[in-house]
């Protein structure tokens, strides 16, 4: 067989769980580490069936999606594989077959263990060429939630007798979690987030494999509306409202410096989408999510919502555009190389139709349309000066943003100053300037090698 699982050449020990995975959820993960843990096989291989014959229903998702599911949730197992073996399989599927090949593939005496919940084994008589499937491997059962213990080692004592098949009963903990249910809570609107991998969830949701309404293509108009109504219901009116104005600010500014108006509005919808997690949830989200912490942010948790937005607008609202994530993750603070999207949102944060007054509001509102980096000085000395008075680090982003931003400006600083900094930023770029590394690194005698 001209084989895609080279791996398996040289595999002496495999475990093999088949399922319809329709979807995969935790509940196989669960199983999977428990027989990597007490089996110790070098590759545990996740087999997602093909057209199921032991399912008349026959399964909702097709065999390419739910690989691909099973591809998602196992990525991040190093142990972990997933076959396309019997979803590429034309007609019917049967375990027999598929050992067959896998046998085929495997070094002469490779140790196989096909692993099989209890209500799968309890009806594995019904198989093809149960008989001798029985002595092809060794059988892993794994106890599952109402299934009668007593009744499944009844079951293995008769088939070990008289079969002499090889056959471990798993003793861990029981999942009550199947994909039957899983489908029924997607269909009904109810959540599944504790049931399966945040990835497997995303891709069901955006193929709409189970919801009874498809998902709306990405980054359109109504997957912007269902965007808007998810915000609604966990927002407090206060923040939705300013949201929507900054929507409404954002894409105006947009339109006007000749910037994407829908990316825009996305950023400018999702801008403050983790502003109102507790101080306890953003701690936590940043080591899930894997945010890391300066020494600023870690004094001033509450300053990782825009960098926790722009993990959300990912992993919540399928938003995948690079230039989006930044533009919510710097809002806040800006940064030193900030975009025209970046300044648009930040921007647009501080002016918004619906802001309360506060100094400078009225003079960067005139600014806005016309000098945009002005405006975005005003609002950033402003902001440092508050945070002054509060006691507060100043991120070192915020000072890059200032810094970066008034080299935009002409009249910002005295003329003189101006056109000697003019004339240091040119001598920069070129690496001769006073602060240039290269000169620098002449001075503190390093070669430039
Ligand atoms: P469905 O409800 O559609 O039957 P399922 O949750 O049983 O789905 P399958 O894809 O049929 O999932 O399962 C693949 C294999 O994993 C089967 O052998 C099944 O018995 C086993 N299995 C599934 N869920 C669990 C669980 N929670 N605990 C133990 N074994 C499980
Ligand atoms: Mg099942």
């Known amino acids: 067989m001209g084989s895609p699982y080279d791996y398996l050449e040289r595999c002496n020990t495999l475990a093999v769980l088949g399922g319809t995975f329709d979807p995969i959820h935790l509940g196989h993960l669960a199983v999977a580490e428990a027989v990597l843990n007490r089996f110790k096989p070098q590759r545990m291989l996740f087999m997602p069936t093909g057209d199921p014959p032991h399912k008349p ?29 019997e979803v590429n399989r034309i007609g019917q599927s049967f375990t027999f077959d598929t050992l067959k090949e896998i046998r ?13 919940g209890a209500d799968a084994f309890l009806n594995i008589l019904t198989w093809k060429n149960a008989e001798t499937l029985l002595t092809m491997c060794e059988f892993v059962t794994v106890p599952r ?7 499944l080692t009844q079951h293995i004592h008769d088939l070990t007798q008289k079969y002499n098949a090889s056959i471990h009963m798993l003793n861990a903990p029981l999942v009550d979690i199947s994909s039957t249910e899983i489908r029924r809570r997607f269909a009904s609107g109810e959540s ?42 966990y927002l407090s009116v206060k923040r939705f409202t300013h949201t929507m104005g900054t929507v409404k600010e954002a894409e105006r500014l947009a339109k006007h410096y000749g910037e994407d108006v829908n990316r825009a509005r996305w950023a400018a919808l999702l801008h403050d989408c983790a502003k109102e997690y507790s101080a306890g949830k953003k701690r936590m989200l940043c080591q899930q999510w894997g945010v890391p912490l300066d020494e600023v942010l870690k004094a001033q948790i509450d300053l990782t919502y825009s960098l926790l937005g722009a993990e959300s607008a990912r992993r919540d609202f399928f938003v995948y555009d690079e230039a989006i994530h930044q533009a919510i993750r710097y809002h806040t603070t800006g940064h030193g190389h900030m975009t025209m999207l970046d300044k648009i949102i930040m921007l647009a944060d501080y002016i918004e139709p619906y802001r309360e007054a ?70 920069e770029d070129k690496g001769y300037g006073k602060h240039s590394k290269w000169k620098q690194r002449i001075r503190s005698g390093k070669g430039t090698s």
């Open 104 to 116: 085929s593939v495997c070094p002469t005496n490779a140790v196989i263990y096909l692993v099989i």
């Open 192 to 233: 599944v987030k504790v049931f399966l991998p945040q990835a497997v969830q995303d891709y069901a949701v955006i193929n709409g494999i189970y919801s009874p309404t498809p998902f709306p293509r990405l980054m359109s108009r109504a997957h912007f509306e269902w965007a808007k109504h998810k915000l609604k219901a």
């Open 145 to 151: 939630p109402g299934y009668d213990t007593e009744k």
């Open 358 to 427: 506060y100094f400078p509001l009225q003079q960067m509102r005139e600014l806005a349309y016309t000098d945009i980096n002005k405006a975005l000085i005003l609002g950033t000395k402003s902001t440092i000066a508050a945070e002054k008075t509060r006691n507060n680090p100043i991120h070192r982003w915020s000072k890059d943003a200032l810094r970066e931003l008034k080299k935009f400006v002409d009249d910002d600083k005295p003329n003189k100053d101006k056109s000697k900094e003019k004339q240091n930023k040119r001598k």
């Open 57 to 85: 229903s026959g399964a909702t998702a097709t065999g390419q999606q739910r690989y691909q599911m099973a591809l998602a949730a196992t990525c991040t197992f190093p142990a972990f594989d997933v076959s396309a073996l």
